[in-house]
């Protein structure tokens, strides 16, 4: 078993190894998709990119899939594609994360997207 902390939404869940953070997330209630995009996403199929998660435990977490390298920006390897990545052992998740794009990864605006 392992636990997984989401972060935003206090919420501790214990869960099996292996399982991937957005079943995880869907089967606890806890939301990954901003606005309508909660019904108009890929159903977990990497295509779509609008799962993104920051999971702050990298070392428990799955390497990323060659569809999660082409949706993410490599700016920042701690988020991820919640629907590729695979949980095995206890990580802290945040939803919504914030992701340097763009002019975002200027060095000027770096404040904009710290945490
Ligand atoms: S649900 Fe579409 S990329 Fe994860």
Known sequence: MAKIYFSREFREVEVEEGEDLRSIALRHGI??????????????????GTCRVRVHNQEVASEPTKVEKA????TDPSVRLACQCFVYGDCEVQSFPRVKQGWMQHKVYQHLVEE
């Open 31 to 48: 939301n990954l998709y901003p606005g309508m995009l909660k019904y108009l996403n890929c159903r977990g199929r990497g295509f779509c």
């Open 71 to 74: 949706k993410i920006p490599q």
